[in-house]
């Protein structure tokens, strides 16, 4: 009878009115836990259908259903370690627990995903939280670019592991020549003294070496006349000539250079002649040689540029000249980038990229299944992911220095916390009444 339906109805409000108030409890619990994404509860209610005209209600109650809003972001707040790292929109961080790190990650199932961390290196170098996930991403080559990758597997995904104790060497690859050679030099009848410059260049191995730059002037013309040519020639130090011959095996290019007296262009490159070595490129302004520790690209300068080598009325100035490369170096502090680039400093200034973070997106995130320590996994209702470069498509960009803080609103909680205690009193109200009712039914017989 309708009575009946009362007392049930009101247990199932008791019911959905606990679910709502573990929920509540869940998110004030989680007010301060970065990354943690608040839970929602709504009611459903249930109608147990009448046949017309019987002139019966039979109550069918209430039943609680609740969702995580994982796409609802939090606030960003500020650290003071680079390897705190949240994402400024829409994504995820991938990630795997240290112990399956331990077994020997192999399978893309093993993969969960995190909106933040704090990640710092362990005593065998993986990046990891305290609560035990390793962060993953794509490694680099040596030179610092990152291969071609899946977006939609993480077959290419490893554990990031540093070693704190590595050191690198950045070898040298490009010098660049501001030189002037001294205009009166280049004169028929002049005494045509070499003007000599040597440029310390890093090897293969990080050892230093010395590239030498010699420039003679053409003075062979007729007295008092400008040639503007000289003959420059490039040694290599790390080339040792072999005394069993009389080949000059240091020396790797030899070049004429030409240059222009005219108006607006006077003291400028005109003109690279190869006599021997690697050729010219007029189009960039760079020479290759080929050293002892593989190719060598020298910027001369392009034809008619102001930069580079010129032979003006003044002194021969070899000062501003310019190299890449570094000695090895230590590893002094690791930081990533809103692109998702992890790079390593060295105290030689040396900077190397090591892995890139992509961030995952899924089609429906809070169709994702939530686990321990905030982390998600895939479902059937979040739809598959995809591999995105951080800041690229729908996704946000990697902040460091960063952690994303709880999207628990305590006040709202609070206030929600209020209605459920109030209308869990008003089931329980029901409840007693309805016992009342049944008591006083019992008593007819009396």
């Avoid at 969702?67 to 961080?93: C, E, K, W, Y």
């Avoid at 290759?288 to 690209?297: D, L, R």
């Amino acid at each position: 009878m309708s009575i009946s339906s009362a007392l049930s109805a009101g247990v199932s409000g008791l019911s959905a009115n606990s679910t709502r108030l573990a929920n509540i409890s869940d998110n004030i619990a989680n007010s301060s836990t970065y990354g943690y994404k608040r839970v929602d509860t709504s009611f459903e209610s249930m109608v147990i259908n009448q046949g017309r005209g019987g002139g019966l209600y039979t109550a069918g109650g209430v039943r609680a259903s609740t969702f995580r809003d994982v796409d609802q972001r939090g606030n960003l707040v500020t650290t003071s370690h680079p390897l705190d790292i949240a994402i400024t929109g829409r994504g995820m961080l991938p990630v795997v627990s240290a112990a399956a790190v331990q077994s020997g990650y192999s399978t893309p199932r093993d993969l969960t995903m995190t909106t933040t961390g704090s990640f710092r290196t362990d005593d065998e170098g993986y990046l990891r939280t305290t609560s035990g996930l390793v962060l993953m991403g794509w490694p680099a080559n040596a030179d610092g670019t990152i291969p071609a990758q899946p977006r939609d597997s993480a077959t290419g995904l490893r554990p990031i592991r540093i070693d704190g104790s590595q050191t690198a060497a950045d070898p040298t690859t490009r010098i660049t020549l501001g030189v002037n050679l001294p205009a009166n030099d280049a004169i028929g009848g002049a005494t045509g003294d070499v003007r000599e410059m040597e440029v310390e260049y890093f090897g293969n191995l990080g050892n230093s070496e010395k590239m030498t730059f010699s420039f003679t002037p053409d003075v062979s013309g007729a007295a008092g006349a400008r040639s503007n040519s000289w003959t420059m020639e490039v040694r290599d130090s790390a080339i040792i000539d072999d005394p069993a011959t009389a080949a000059d095996e240091s020396l790797i290019g030899t070049y004429t250079l030409e240059f222009d007296d005219s108006q607006p262009t006077g003291g400028r490159l005109a003109n690279v002649t190869t006599i021997s070595g690697g050729a010219y490129d007029a189009a960039t302004g760079m020479l290759t040689v080929t050293g002892a520790n593989g190719p060598m690209s020298i910027d001369l300068g392009r034809y008619g540029a102001s930069q580079g080598i010129t032979q003006l009325s003044s002194a021969f100035s070899p000062a501003n000249v310019t190299k890449n490369g570094s000695p090895v170096g230590s590893l002094t502090a690791l930081a990533i980038d809103e692109n998702g680039y992890l790079r390593a400093t060295y105290d030689t200034g040396f900077t190397r990229t090591l892995y890139q973070v992509p961030v995952v997106d899924v089609p429906n995130p809070n169709g994702l299944i939530a686990m321990d320590n905030q982390t998600y996994k895939i479902s059937p209702n979040s739809g598959a992911f995809y591999l995105w470069d951080s800041g690229d498509g729908p996704t946000g960009a990697i902040a460091g220095y960063a952690r994303e803080a709880s999207t628990t609103d305590v006040a709202a909680e609070l206030t929600d916390l209020i209605q459920t205690q109030r209308a869990y009193t008003s089931n329980a109200k029901v409840i007693q009444t309805v016992d009342e009712m049944l008591q006083e039914t019992t008593n007819l017989k009396r």
